[in-house]
């Protein structure tokens, strides 16, 4: 069971775990490539990260690739856990999250498998790090570079959405606050305010990653901004949400204001 477990005696190390479905896939002919993501793709895996791993394989073989990487998994170590997302057919994709007896309980198995017909196969550098192929028969998979024109109108549009989205939801947090009802208070902050603040901090500082959340803004923000972004998150007292939710929402306005076309194409390059 996962928590406050001691961990597993000599576990499995990541690397370890690539190489291994690595030996598994590359001889089937019906698999095209297999890599490295996640924060190895950024140059940030670090002991606690999950190994966030991909493949592309003919259309008929999403489950058999699972099937096969599923026994080379169990070749080194018992399956504790498993979940499956549910994909839409039409992505292309299958999906399954492993914890392994013998590894460590944060080192998750997070395997994607594409069809290669499948659209979107998450290897735009400029989102997603540089992918660490281990093979790529024959060049099969190539690494497109991302469409700014597309990808800028769909930020400008975002951008555009989370104010309105401010002006008609950031008053909840107050609304719930004359109710006496300071957990509704708390969320609406957290889900409405903070979301919205944090997606356009991304948008002026790193446009790229606007929807990758807080997890990694201390490693692309300004140090000042994840500073302030964490002393507004952390509320300490009920009597504290209310005049924090107004900074919040002063600097959501700010910044949205700064996250111009202009500054959005020379920040993207």
Not at 18 to 43: C, H, I, K, M, Q
Not at 68 to 91: C, Q
Not at 177 to 200: H, M, P
Not at 202 to 212: D, K, L, N, S
Request: proline fraction near 6%; glycine fraction near 6%; charged fraction near 30%.
């Amino acid at each position: 069971r996962a928590g406050c477990a001691s961990p597993a005696a000599s576990p499995i190390p990541r690397e370890t775990i690539v190489r291994t479905l690595s030996a598994a896939l590359e001889p089937l002919p019906w698999v095209d490539a297999f890599w490295e993501g996640g924060s190895a793709a950024f140059g940030r895996a670090d002991a606690w990260s999950d190994a966030d791993l991909y493949a592309v394989v003919a259309d008929d073989r999403l489950e058999e690739a699972l099937r096969v990487v599923e026994e080379a998994l169990t070749a080194l170590s018992p399956i504790s856990l498993k979940y499956e997302p549910a994909w839409p057919p039409e992505s292309g994709t299958a999906q399954a999250f492993y914890r392994l007896e013998r590894a460590s309980e944060y080192l998750l198995v997070d395997l994607a498998v594409f069809k290669r017909s499948a659209r979107d196969k998450y290897l735009e550098p400029e989102l997603h790090g540089r992918a660490l192929f281990s093979f790529n028969k024959g060049g099969a998979v190539t690494v497109p570079s991302l469409d700014r024109e597309a990808f800028l109108a769909k930020l400008l549009d975002r951008r555009d959405r989370l104010r309105r989205r401010i002006d008609l939801f950031a008053p909840f947090v107050t609304k719930e606050i004359l109710r006496g009802n300071g957990l509704a208070a708390l969320e609406a902050y957290q889900r409405i305010v903070l979301d919205s603040l944090a997606q356009v901090l991304w948008m002026r500082y790193r446009p790229a990653h606007y929807a990758f959340g807080v997890k990694y803004a201390r490693h692309e923000l300004p140090p000042e901004a994840v500073a302030r972004l964490e002393r507004l998150s952390f509320v300490g007292r009920p009597e504290d949400l209310a005049g924090k939710c107004r900074e919040a929402v002063d600097w959501f306005r700010e910044t949205a204001d700064r996250v111009t076309e202009a500054e959005v194409r020379s920040a993207l390059g």
